[in-house]
């Protein structure tokens, strides 16, 4: 499946934004996904999760009550609501998809997924 992120951008600090993973090559609904991020200097880590129904999803601490991930499966594309912008989340934002029909856990062990996307930057203003 290839993935294409997209929906970044420059925003203040308190501001909303919305990006978007579209999947394109095998049947969407197949996959558990996932949104993560690298700042500058920092390691990738896993930002949100969501299952191939959507049924459950996952939070990183730092993110939780502030961004919300959803999935489209008619639409094969995937979402991140972020609201409450922090200059803290600053960072490349990359969408992943684990391999046909593994568990959401897949997407939060984060190694070894089998799909990426090329990034989109967000940048948070102070």
């Known amino acids: 499946v290839q993935l294409q992120a997209s929906g970044g951008g420059l925003v203040q600090a308190g501001a909303s934004l919305r990006v978007s993973c579209t999947a394109s090559?095998?049947?969407?609904?197949?996959?558990?996904m996932g949104w993560f991020r690298q700042a500058p200097g920092k390691e990738r880590e896993l930002v949100a999760a969501?299952?191939?129904?959507?049924?459950?999803?996952y939070y990183a601490d730092s993110v939780k009550g502030r961004f919300t991930i959803s999935r489209d499966n008619a639409k094969n594309t995937m979402y991140l609501q972020m609201d409450s912008l922090k200059p803290e989340d600053t960072a490349v934002y990359y969408c992943?998809?684990?391999?046909?029909?593994?568990?959401?856990?897949?997407?939060?062990?984060?190694?070894?997924?089998?799909?990426w996307g090329k990034g989109t930057q967000v940048t948070v203003s102070s």
């Open positions: 969501i299952s191939w129904s959507g049924g459950s999803t």
């Open positions: 090559g095998r049947t969407f609904s197949d996959y558990a």
């Open positions: 992943a998809a684990a391999a046909a029909n593994d568990p959401i856990v897949a997407v939060i062990r984060g190694s070894g997924l089998p799909y």
